[in-house]
C-alpha cells in the first residue's frame, strides 16, 4: 500500500471519529431535557470538535491536491522538517491529547449518569465512553514509552 493511501486513512479515522463525537455533543446540545444542563464544558467541547473538524477536513482535501500535484512530496525537505517538528514535540502533543480526551470522557460519564440526559443517544455515549478510555490507556502507555502495539502484531 502506498504511502499516500496510508496518510490519508490516518487523517480519515480523526475525521470520522470526531463527526461521531461532535453529533452526540449537537444531540445533548438540542435536546430539550438536558437545557439546564448545558454548560461552558459542553460548549466548549462542541465548538473544539467543530473545529477541529474543519481542520481536519481542510487536511484531507489538502493531502488528496498535495499527492496528486507532486510526486515527491514525502522527501521535500519542508515536509521533513514539518515531520521533524511533530515528531520532536510528541510528548507534549500526547500530554494535550490526554487532557482533552480526559475531560471528553468525564463530560460522557456526567451525562450518562444524569438523570434526563442518559436516553439521548445512550450506544453512543457508551462508545464514546469506552473508546475514550481507551485512548487514554494508550495515550499512557505512549507518554512512558512502553511499546504496547508490539503485543499485538
Not at 515536509?79 to 460522557?108: C, H, P, Q, R, W
Request: glycine share 6%.
Amino acid at each position: 500500500m502506498k504511502l499516500q493511501y496510508i496518510l490519508l486513512l490516518a487523517t480519515l479515522i480523526p475525521l470520522f471519529s470526531n463527526i461521531y463525537i461532535t453529533k452526540y455533543l449537537h444531540d445533548i446540545r438540542e435536546s430539550e431535557k438536558c437545557k439546564d444542563i448545558d454548560s461552558g464544558l459542553v460548549t466548549f467541547y462542541y465548538d473544539f470538535y467543530i473545529l477541529s473538524l474543519v481542520i481536519l477536513v481542510v487536511s484531507v482535501v489538502g493531502i488528496i491536491l498535495a499527492f496528486a500535484k507532486y510526486t515527491n512530496l514525502l522527501t521535500h525537505k519542508n515536509t521533513m522538517k514539518l515531520s521533524d517538528l511533530f515528531l520532536s514535540n510528541s510528548k507534549i502533543i500526547e500530554l494535550v491529547s490526554i487532557v482533552f480526551t480526559a475531560g471528553l470522557v468525564k463530560i460522557v460519564y456526567d451525562l450518562k449518569g444524569g438523570s434526563e440526559c442518559k436516553y439521548i443517544d445512550p450506544s453512543m455515549a457508551s462508545n464514546i465512553y469506552y473508546y475514550g478510555i481507551g485512548g487514554l490507556v494508550v495515550s499512557v502507555l505512549n507518554l512512558v514509552n512502553i511499546d504496547f502495539y508490539k503485543y499485538f502484531v
